[in-house]
């Protein structure tokens, strides 16, 4: 027989899910601070390597990047992989 704390947590988890279904992904700022093999700061503990890291075209071949670069990632749901958007510059 269930109480009203099963009944609870089953609200907070079919809550917490339904908001986790809406945001599919989200966006985050980085500073390169390796190009061979590509490296990428995003927080003061972790850093993104190549492998987790997709490139655009722009990047590749338009504004390539360099050191110090400030970018803008759109990172995909679970945090495994990382779409390197575009530089950021100052207005």
Do not use: N, W
């Given at each position: 027989?269930?109480?009203?704390?099963?009944?609870?947590?089953?609200?907070?988890?079919?809550?917490?899910?339904?908001?986790?279904?809406?945001?599919?992904?989200?966006?985050?700022?980085?500073?390169?601070?390796?190009?061979?093999?590509?490296?990428?700061?995003?927080?003061?503990?972790?850093?993104?390597?190549?492998p987790?890291?997709?490139?655009?075209?722009?990047?590749?071949?338009?504004?390539?990047?360099?050191?110090?670069?400030?970018?803008?990632?759109?990172?995909?749901?679970?945090?495994?992989?990382?779409?390197?958007?575009?530089?950021?510059?100052?207005?």
């Open positions: 027989m269930h109480d009203s704390k099963d009944l609870l947590k089953l609200i907070k988890k079919a809550a917490y899910e339904a908001v986790e279904a809406s945001q599919p992904a989200d966006f985050c700022f980085g500073t390169v601070t390796k190009l061979a093999p590509l490296s990428i700061k995003i927080e003061d503990k972790l850093t993104l390597t190549a987790q890291l997709v490139c655009t075209e722009t990047i590749k071949t338009l504004s390539p990047l360099v050191e110090g670069d400030e970018v803008v990632l759109f990172k995909k749901k679970g945090g495994q992989r990382f779409l390197i958007l575009d530089k950021v510059v100052t207005m």
